[in-house]
């Protein structure tokens, strides 16, 4: 597992519209530059706190993603 990556994709959700779009639109190719495991990806698709919180993501940065509706 990898937080540094995870916590990547979900900043950068944050901060760049145009790739939370994509991420909605077309997830695979959106994390496809990504190091993430199955479950890592599979949480961040989800947008569930407790998932991203499990692959080690800080839980503020995981209650925000959450609330932005993060790929989801």
Known sequence: ???????QVIE???SDPDFQEQCFKNPDEALASYDLTDE???????????????TGLDPRLAKTAHSCCCCH
């Open 1 to 7: 597992m990898s937080v540094e990556a995870v916590t």
């Open 40 to 54: 890592e990806r599979e949480a961040i698709l989800s947008g569930e706190g407790s998932r991203l919180e499990a």
């Open 12 to 14: 950068r959700v944050l």
